[in-house]
């Protein structure tokens, strides 16, 4: 018995476009073939000692007779866990079961709050979405999408530390009322960057009631822009009005925010926003980017340069001279040909689109490149009303550094110090403030956290925080729209303290801290707190009220708007960092630059312990639950690690016979930089500057006897389960002066190795076209732009691949396949909806939010580093990522292009799982879906075997049930450690299906979401009979009643994704429906069309916006992936 073998076409030999997701693929060795070829993870396989890979008959009759014969005791060992329902004893009139509700609320967050929808069921807050009425609403990253997990995380600081130790809530108070009663106390308070109006007018009376209070502001990732713009002064973007983007090391659509980001998404598009129009060139906008590696960003760019972190400044006074700014004097001339011709070009597209364009700037860039940007900005007239870009003033706070506060304590100026900031300064703060040994001067120090990290178990006091969706507070959004944060549940545990409630207990007379419910079941002190500061805004009386906890913010609260002018300081600080950057020469091999990046699980360490970030793959390495130095291909060669890289990277996880072999292992380097020694393992990274290593931050929190490479103990109590022994600690390499680049690094081999669970090999497809790439400017041998457009549809195989013929009447309808001749059937078993889903690749960059809102919104299990090593992550939707370049680029032949394409089960109408499934498990339902029936899976897989796409997900083991954080808990089968009464199953959904052990599981179109909008709009039409006073048989109800509005209802990735990536609908719906349009234009394309599955999902080939002026335009829109 042979698994089903698809015989795709062969590349052909003229094929200009090289194209890989790993470089196992692109040396195309047989491990990766092996991998391709794999339909399960490791540990699936069968009858290894056969011989041969596949099973004769003699052996399959064997183990089917077997399998018969056991059947009994099998099902018993698979049985469904019994579980109770317990009805509410006396249930709010508001709350039904199963019924979601929903409230507005804000994330706190420093660079702007993000703007929610709540959704909660039973009073248990369960799922994030973007509040899309908020004048800054951008979708959802997916730190925010997680946060929800941490209201629930095991790790949860619960208990109150004195010293380390734990202590009662009467100590505590005790110590409160103490420090409130002394008014001469030399007080510090360290806040974070987020904004918060009713915590700063507590900081006034704070300073009327403490005489000597001081004030600071700390987060480990914050910039030097405050240097150039002055104190309280933010530039955000409005992409929607900017033609031309500049991007100098930011990560603009990423970690490094400017402003919300769904308008320069849309302008990626040539249709327009809801494709409602014809394909227009000039309608895109075009985005340049200079960055040492990729980003989100930068694989977005239209044109992207990759140089040393150095070099960035030499870049933008580069850009500066071209266009004439004066504080380019101050700066080198760069000497590289190829980079004076690329900034050449681009500076004269940035000055013919002036008061069009914006010029943005990384967090981690040092103050002369903000100075030289916003110099640049204001020559171009791109600052003001109706640019691109707006300089608004928030309220200036004068609060002081981590420096100032090192040297007030040094002094005696500080005595007691109140760290509200969610920064762990203890393990962040940069190594040569040796923070631990001035942190211990203090006489007292009160750490608010909800996480019991190195600062609070360093503290005198460490209270247990209260999350955002426990508490009462306020923010301000990106352009300062006032909003409010309202708490969905009371605290879970009794300890929990709010920010406000431990502000307004210092200020109290009293200094008693009531937190949650207050005396007397009344509302917490913090609600009277920001009820005082919303009427001060003007928000007087309960209408207003209710109409703030209604929308989530006040409208028209923005901040005001100011002039920038260049800082006194520009000048000095160019010629300064010149100079400095002078003496320290080119990066080489002996000297190498390294990055201190932003981890896009981790942020600065703050989510160390939040499962789903660090189960999520990072969007460029595809690591997970660790961090690694990622260095450039030719740069490890050079190093002498590259064949050992390589070497590596193309060994899966799959190396032994018996599926149970070694997991995937990297060397470990030595890497000395600033005095400081960090042993880290190494990975491979394409499209990154020669001579350069990124490490990401925030890793490294603390280790136990577990240790895989058997480090000494540290800091055991200061992270949970989830975070305990991931990755290597980076901030000990960091200092005050450089704290995101260092600049002399030198590399030493070991001889030792470290395993990493990396996702990007992991359900490989065949296939040829699998993403797809046009541009805009005419080529050779595409053609124009229209010529493009007409043959994505034809690219790879689907251009010479016969028509399939069907052999039974095809479950599909002519409403919305191609009727070339006119005889295809219309076919419906429900002619009210079908559902369909289209992913523009155009807007598509990658972030991985929608696999996070789809983990949030169906009960997907955490299954733990080991596990996704094998092959095992159970996340329903993944995010492929391709690097592709051309054979011939003479340019830069080792910067790739970058293409991410999210897969998952594309619900295909002709469905190959479908007739494989002996027990009829997985169905078609009448609107459309690929269902599964989960109570009949009996866990064959062969669907899965015959599932050309790889989007469908075993459960190998009870990773609900099970806790699979704790090393081979998993493998002890009934006797592991269970998870079920720990806090985290109050996130779980109650209208999807938690699954066992041996069940199949996949993207199902959020079915939960699509019935419960059938089923609204049904009891909206009897509610309709009902007010009409008629008799229900004299009321006719039409199909056009029955179904549900256009475009009303959304799955959990749409909903989520920042690009607004993802559009789906009823396709019945034909032209009204943004899917329906979607599908409507020329860019859409089925994934693997020649097969004939016809699939639900399309995809929509992505654009480039070439400069034809830029010296690498010959090389861009190309990218067009194919496949042995």
Not at 682 to 707: C, H, M, R
Not at 1022 to 1048: N, Y
Request: hydrophobic letters at 40%; a neutral charge; glycine letters at 8%.
């Amino acid at each position: 018995m042979s698994k089903r073998i698809w015989q795709h076409p062969e590349i052909p030999a003229g094929e200009t476009t090289v194209a890989w997701r790993s470089a196992g693929q692109l040396e195309d060795t047989p491990a990766f073939r092996d991998w391709l070829d794999r339909e399960f993870p490791q540990g699936a396989a069968e009858m290894a000692d056969e011989g041969e890979a596949e099973t004769s008959r003699r052996s399959f009759l064997k183990l089917m007779g077997a399998s018969t014969a056991l059947a009994g005791f099998g099902m018993a060992a698979c049985r469904r866990p019994e579980a109770y329902i317990v009805p509410y004893t006396k249930a709010p009139e508001w709350v039904i079961p199963g019924k979601a509700t929903y409230y507005a609320s804000s994330m706190p967050r420093a660079n702007g709050a993000t703007p929610l929808v709540v959704t909660t069921f039973e009073g248990r807050p369960t799922k994030l979405a973007p509040n899309n009425l908020h004048p800054d609403a951008a979708g959802m990253d997916v730190f925010a999408q997680a946060s929800v997990l941490d209201l629930y995380a095991t790790s949860r600081s619960r208990q109150i530390l004195k010293s380390g130790k734990t202590a009662t809530r009467a100590e505590l108070d005790a110590a409160i009322a103490t420090l409130a009663a002394d008014k001469s106390a030399k007080i510090g308070f360290l806040f974070g960057a987020d904004e918060s109006p009713t915590r700063t007018r507590l900081t006034k009376e704070l300073v009327a009631k403490f005489s000597a209070a001081k004030f600071y502001q700390y987060e480990a990732l914050t910039g030097e822009s405050t240097k150039a713009l002055g104190d309280g002064v933010k530039l955000v973007a409005d992409f929607s009005k900017a033609e031309r983007i500049l991007s100098l090391d930011c990560d603009f659509a990423g970690v490094d925010p400017q402003g919300p980001v769904t308008p320069f998404f849309s302008a990626r598009k040539p249709e327009g926003k809801d494709y409602e129009a014809k394909p227009d060139a000039a309608r895109m906008n075009r985005l340049y980017a200079v960055e040492s590696a990729y980003s989100l960003t930068g694989g977005m760019a239209d044109h992207r340069l990759r140089v040393a972190p150095s070099q960035v400044f030499l870049i933008a006074g580069q850009v500066a001279r071209e266009l004439g700014v004066a504080l380019a004097k101050g700066v080198d001339v760069t000497t590289d040909p190829k980079h004076l011709a690329w900034v050449k070009a681009m500076a004269a597209d940035l000055k013919a689109n002036s008061g069009k364009c914006a010029v943005l700037v990384g967090a981690r860039q040092p103050a002369a490149v903000h100075h030289l940007a916003l110099a640049i900005n204001l020559a171009l007239g791109n600052i003001g009303e109706g640019k691109p870009l707006a300089a608004l003033q928030a309220e200036s706070k004068g609060l002081g550094n981590l420096a100032t506060l090192k040297a007030d304590i040094d002094s005696g100026a500080v005595e007691t110090l109140v760290l509200l900031t969610p920064a762990n300064p203890i393990y962040d703060a940069p190594a040569d403030f040796k923070f631990a040994e001035t942190f211990a001067k203090l006489k007292t120090s009160i750490h608010l956290s909800d996480r019991a990290d190195a600062t609070a178990h360093a503290s005198s006091w460490h209270i247990p925080a209260a999350h955002y969706l426990e508490s009462w507070s306020d923010t301000c959004g990106v352009s300062g729209a006032y909003g409010v944060v309202q708490p969905m549940i009371l605290p879970l545990y009794q300890n929990c303290v709010s920010e406000l409630e431990l502000l307004l207990a210092l200020i109290s007379d009293s200094g008693k801290l009531l937190n949650g419910e207050g005396e007397k079941a009344a509302p917490s002190p913090a609600y009277d707190a920001v009820r005082m500061t919303f009427a001060a805004l003007g928000g007087e009386g309960d209408a207003a009220w209710k109409k703030l906890l209604r929308d989530g913010f006040l409208a028209g609260s923005n901040y005001p708007t100011t002039k920038v002018t260049l800082a006194k300081s520009a000048e000095a600080d160019v010629t300064t960092l010149n100079i400095e950057l002078g003496k320290a020469g080119l990066a080489n091999k002996d000297a190498l630059q390294v990055i201190f990046a932003t981890d896009s699980s981790v942020y600065d360490g703050r989510w160390i312990d939040n499962g789903w970030l660090q189960e999520s793959p990072d969007p460029i390495s595809k690591l997970t639950w660790d961090n690694a130095a990622l260095i450039a291909p030719a740069t490890a060669k050079e190093l002498g690690i590259y064949d050992q890289v390589i070497e590596i990277e193309n060994s899966r996880a799959l190396s032994s016979p018996d599926g149970e072999g070694e997991n995937r292992k990297s060397p470990i380097i030595e890497l000395t930089v600033n005095g400081q020694m960090l042993e880290i393992p190494v990975l491979v990274s394409f499209g990154q500057a020669e001579n350069t290593i990124v490490i990401p931050l925030g890793y490294g929190q603390g280790i136990d006897k577990e240790d895989e490479l058997k480090r000494e103990p540290i800091n055991q109590s200061c992270v949970g389960l989830v975070g305990v022994n991931r990755g290597f600690n980076v901030y000990p390499l960091r200092i005050s002066t450089t704290p995101y680049y260092a600049i002399g690094a030198k590399v030493g081999l070991t001889d030792k190795r470290y395993s990493v669970a990396l996702t990007q090999e992991h359900n490989a497809m065949y296939g040829r076209a699998l993403a797809r790439e046009i541009s805009t400017q005419t080529d050779e041998l595409k053609g124009s732009f229209d010529e493009q457009l007409a043959d994505v549809a034809k690219q790879g195989n689907d251009s010479h691949a016969p028509p399939n013929v069907y052999l039974y009447k095809p479950q599909t309808s002519a409403t919305w396949h191609p009727d070339k001749d006119g005889k295809a059937q219309t076919f419906l078993s429900d002619t009210l909806h079908q559902w369909g889903m289209s992913i523009d690749l155009s807007s598509c960059m990658g972030c991985s939010a929608c696999l996070v809102a789809c983990q949030a919104e169906n009960n997907i299990p955490i299954v733990g580093k080991e596990q996704v090593a094998r092959g095992r992550e159970m996340h329903w939707i993944r995010m492929d990522r391709y690097f592709a370049t051309q054979k011939d680029n003479t340019f830069d032949a080792e910067n790739p292009e970058l293409i991410p394409q999210p897969v998952a089960c594309v619900h295909c109408e002709s469905a190959p799982c479908e007739t494989v499934c002996p027990v009829n498990a997985t169905i078609h339902t009448e609107d459309g879906l690929n269902a599964m029936a989960y109570n009949r899976c009996i866990g064959t897989r062969y669907c899965a075997n015959n599932c050309p796409y790889k989007a469908r997900r075993f459960n190998y083991f009870d990773y609900n049930k099970r806790n699979p954080l704790i090393a081979h808990n998993l493998y002890h089968g009934p006797f592991g450690e269970k998870s079920v009464g720990e806090a985290k199953h109050l996130q779980r959904n109650p209208n999807v299906t938690v699954r066992m052990r041996g069940v199949m599981e996949k993207c199902t179109y959020c079915v939960q979401r699509l019935k419960d909008s059938v089923i609204r709009q049904k009891r909206g039409q009897k509610q309709e009979v009902l007010a009409s006073g008629k008799p229900s048989i004299d009321m006719k109800v039409e199909d056009s009643t029955l179904r549900i509005p256009v475009d009303s209802v959304k799955t959990a990735c749409q909903e989520a994704c920042p690009a607004a990536a993802i559009t789906f609908g009823n396709l019945l719906d034909k032209e009204k429906s943004v899917v329906g349009r979607s599908k409507a234009i020329e860019r859409n394309y089925d994934l693997l069309n020649y097969i004939g599955t016809r699939p639900r999902t399309s995809y929509l080939a992505r654009v480039k916006n070439p400069n034809p002026d830029m010296p690498d335009a010959p090389f861009i829109g190309k990218a067009t992936i194919h496949m042995a």
